[in-house]
């Protein structure tokens, strides 16, 4: 906003100019013997002078604060009026012209970007739909077919398929959390639900590793989104099954402390260094060793945290090296609901 | 002998389809032209509908509406899509219950046969009774029935012997049968799966029926 101040920043040369002019008119009176003026004429120019300055400085004031008022309503509209037609003074005109071609510019960027990522967007919603077709036949085929196939085979073919399946609601998550406004229902609900529909899929892996699975606590009910919160709980059971030794045991407890209701999930596998401890969380990272040779992609945890953060849960991971690790996916009582008011 | 249309565009989920509700008894017919579902099912009249929504031409929910003018017949989505919005305008625009894919053939026999036996059992009194050799299952009332005597089971204990009466003496893995038994509020472990089975069996041997469930080690359970 113009003010005083920086009106005279603006014209600090004219003034200066104004100030050398009047020194000027002062010396050349003063060393001019022959010049000469009555006492009241010297007081009445001076006045005189000052009374014009003055007046000069209110009506170049003003006249600046409107053009930067003008100018300012101009950027702020996105209209293309033609500057030409708005604007007086020329140097306004060409600025105004510029600020309209960037403008012009940055809306054509702007819905070139958003076009593009509006037909990814689609894409990759197609070929979600389009991916889980073959998927469902295999699935399909290797049902219909399980009694004449050996064993190992079918083991290995459903882990495969499992990791395809994994993978492909992993990208399903991570586009629908960058619009979570959108699909979010939060209700009350039982964490021995959750526990169950978390655990569904996963049921064959506990086989497959021949784990022994507890599942301890009572049911809390609790505020959340079930689709998203079961999903945050199906990769922490998914970490605990693929960090699992042959034959190890995962822990599946619910607490309540105070007013929090805590799912932990724990398992007997080889833990998580402390120096990796701070970072599990972050996007892209995996561990500094790679464990059982098990690919981590270092985005699982990420993208749980990630939609912990937007119901208001909270995601915490505790270990000993060698030993344990545990995930607590915790809701705190209050906190989900005034999260959801936010949104 | 019910009869099943099939509306999948996906050629091989169609096939294992077929195959799969014909060896369970039913009547099944494929959609080949998508722009004339119609027509189809009026000449095969079935007494339920796959329908995926994902189709050629046009989708599921058009046809579903176009059935809806001719009949009451239940309708079973069956699609890939899995927002919440999909499933509610399927069920609102008149379909009788919705699937994801993938799903598995033995829940989605199962949700066919409960459908079938809303929809029609107050005229067959067969679609609540399934039977193996002289064993006979009711499933609405959840007992086995041998000869005079009855035995009631428990809601896990039915859902195993039914699937091993589906399946006609053929081997059941162990999975399969968990994975069957997982649902939304209880979920069971190996150890819950042994002791349902051996209750079953004891049950079966109260029902004067003998030991008729065979374990096959490292692979499954076969009625016999």
Not at chain 1, 131 to 154: C, M, Q, Y
Not at chain 1, 258 to 267: A, E, F, L, T
Not at chain 1, 310 to 327: I, N
């Amino acid at each position: 906003m113009m003010n005083v101040m920086n009106y005279f920043k603006e014209r600090f040369l004219c003034y200066l100019f104004l100030l050398f002019a009047l020194l000027f008119a002062y010396f050349v009176y003063r060393f001019d013997k022959r010049f000469f003026m009555t006492e009241s004429n010297a007081a009445y120019v001076l006045a005189g002078w000052f009374l014009i300055l003055t007046l000069f400085f209110i009506v170049d004031f003003i006249m600046m604060r409107r053009r930067e008022e003008k100018f300012r309503y101009y950027c702020s509209q996105t209209s293309d009026a033609d500057p030409e037609e708005i604007f007086f003074f020329p140097e306004d005109r060409n600025k105004a012209e510029l600020v309209r071609a960037s403008a012009l510019e940055y809306a054509r960027y702007r819905a070139e970007a958003e076009a593009t990522a509006a037909e990814e967007t689609e894409f990759i919603t197609r070929w979600l739909h389009d991916v889980k077709v073959p998927i469902a036949a295999a699935r399909l085929i290797l049902e219909s077919h399980e009694n004449r196939l050996p064993g190992d085979f079918l083991k290995n073919m459903d882990r495969e398929l499992f990791a395809v399946e994994e993978s492909v609601m992993r990208v399903f998550y991570e586009m629908k959390s960058n619009r979570f406004s959108e699909d979010y229902k939060i209700v009350q609900t039982g964490t021995k639900k959750l526990i169950a529909i978390a655990l569904k899929t996963y049921s064959s892996f506990f086989r497959y590793k021949q784990l022994t699975l507890s599942v301890e606590g009572d049911d809390y009910q609790i505020l959340t989104d079930e689709k998203w919160s079961s999903y945050v709980l199906s990769q922490l059971i998914s970490n605990a099954v693929k960090y699992s030794h042959q034959g190890g045991e995962v822990t599946i407890k619910t607490e309540k402390k105070g007013g929090d209701v805590r799912i932990s999930v724990k398992n007997k596998g080889k833990g998580i260094a402390e120096e990796d401890l701070g970072q599990i969380f972050k996007k892209g990272y995996t561990s500094s060793e790679a464990r059982n040779g098990a690919k981590a992609t270092g985005y699982g945890l990420y993208l749980s945290a990630k939609l912990c953060g937007l119901l208001g849960h909270s995601l915490q991971a505790e270990s000993k090296y060698g030993e344990y690790a545990v995930f607590h996916l915790i809701f705190p009582e209050k906190k989900t609901l005034l999260n959801m008011t936010k949104l | 002998m019910y009869r099943i249309l099939i509306v999948e565009d996906d050629f091989t989920i169609s096939r294992i389809l077929e195959e799969h509700l014909l060896k369970w008894g039913y009547e099944t017919a494929s959609v080949e032209d998508f722009s004339e579902v119609l027509s189809v099912y009026t000449k095969f009249e079935p007494q339920l509908v796959l329908l995926d929504i994902n189709l050629p031409y046009y989708d599921g929910f058009y046809w579903c509406a176009k059935i809806r003018e001719l009949s009451d017949v239940p309708i079973l989505f069956l699609s890939s899509r899995d927002s919440d919005g999909d499933k509610i305008r399927a069920i609102t625009q008149g379909g009788d219950d919705y699937m994801e894919k993938p799903f598995s053939l033995d829940l989605l026999t199962a949700k066919i046969s409960a459908i079938l036996r809303r929809a029609y059992s107050s005229s067959d009194r067969t679609l609540n009774i399934l039977q193996y050799g002289e064993l006979i299952l009711n499933l609405e009332k959840m007992q086995v029935i041998c000869g005079d005597i009855s035995v009631e089971l428990t809601r896990n204990e039915g859902r195993i012997l039914s699937l091993l009466m589906k399946h006609q003496g053929d081997t059941v893995s162990r999975g399969r049968l968990m994975q069957y038994l997982w649902d939304d509020e209880s979920f069971v472990d190996e150890n819950t799966l042994t002791v349902n089975v051996n209750r079953l069996r004891k049950k079966l041997s109260e029902a004067g029926l003998g030991d008729r469930i065979k374990t096959l080690k490292g692979e499954g359970y076969r009625l016999l």
